[in-house]
């Protein structure tokens, strides 16, 4: 088995792991914190959970259901628009196919059925590229920006139990990358810079 292949396995396995749906579930850490009303910077101690549809923040994930602008067309979710990123300039065709899924989810699942096409770099630039789609998402968003940045200083954790890399996976230990580059994307907000 080549090294290419042996990193197609584990980079399909975890992304099997990713495909379940943003649905209801106890979170695996603590309660959510406070509803956006209640944020205060006042404890920053307390973080901020977010993965479910039902539950406060989940805005910041890039499955909800705010549409993005990006070199000229409409992305339904910045979801979509991160999992055309990884064909942009491999295969733009299958980019567009992605960018017109009517789901989150069914452009998450394209995207990983067609794995071989994606930039080699992809595993280097991913976490730039997530950081790049939330930039876009939350400046054409102006709701979206003074929510995350009425988070003050707490830290923001995506509570997803089937992923250990964007989020904290099942046992709270995951490298939580969604919630690292948001609190990036907030530090810049608060400091009134962009990128």
């Given at each position: 088995?080549?090294l290419?292949?042996?990193?197609?396995?584990?980079?399909?396995?975890?992304?099997?792991?990713?495909?379940?749906?943003h649905?209801?579930?106890?979170p695996?850490?603590?309660?959510?914190?406070?509803?956006?009303?209640?944020?205060?910077?006042?404890?920053?101690?307390?973080?901020?959970?977010?993965?479910?549809?039902?539950?406060?923040?989940?805005?910041?994930?890039?499955?909800?259901?705010?549409?993005?602008?990006?070199?000229?067309?409409?992305?339904?979710?910045?979801?979509?628009l991160?999992?055309?990123?990884?064909?942009?300039?491999?295969?733009?065709?299958?980019?567009?196919?992605?960018?017109?899924?009517?789901?989150?989810?069914?452009?998450?699942?394209?995207?990983?059925?067609?794995i071989?096409?994606?930039?080699?770099?992809?595993?280097?630039?991913?976490?730039?590229?997530?950081?790049?789609?939330?930039?876009?998402?939350?400046?054409?968003?102006?709701?979206?920006?003074?929510?995350?940045?009425s988070?003050?200083?707490?830290?923001?954790?995506?509570?997803s139990?089937?992923?250990?890399?964007?989020?904290?996976?099942?046992?709270?230990?995951?490298?939580?990358?969604?919630?690292?580059?948001?609190?990036?994307?907030?530090?810049?907000?608060?400091?009134?810079?962009?990128?």
């Open positions: 088995m080549s290419f292949q042996s990193i197609t396995i584990i980079i399909s396995a975890a992304t099997d792991a990713a495909t379940t749906s649905t209801t579930r106890t695996c850490g603590p309660t959510n914190g406070p509803p956006p009303s209640q944020s205060t910077d006042d404890d920053p101690g307390q973080p901020i959970y977010f993965y479910d549809s039902d539950k406060p923040y989940y805005e910041f994930t890039s499955f909800s259901d705010h549409p993005v602008e990006y070199h000229g067309r409409s992305y339904r979710t910045a979801e979509h991160f999992q055309a990123l990884k064909f942009m300039n491999t295969n733009p065709a299958l980019a567009e196919r992605i960018r017109m899924l009517p789901t989150a989810r069914m452009a998450q699942q394209e995207a990983k059925k067609q071989r096409h994606q930039r080699v770099d992809w595993l280097e630039v991913n976490v730039a590229m997530m950081e790049k789609v939330l930039e876009v998402k939350f400046k054409q968003h102006r709701h979206l920006r003074n929510l995350l940045r988070t003050g200083s707490r830290e923001l954790i995506e509570d139990p089937i992923d250990w890399f964007w989020g904290i996976g099942s046992d709270g230990h995951g490298r939580n990358e969604l919630g690292k580059a948001l609190i990036r994307l907030r530090e810049r907000l608060q400091a009134g810079r962009r990128h």
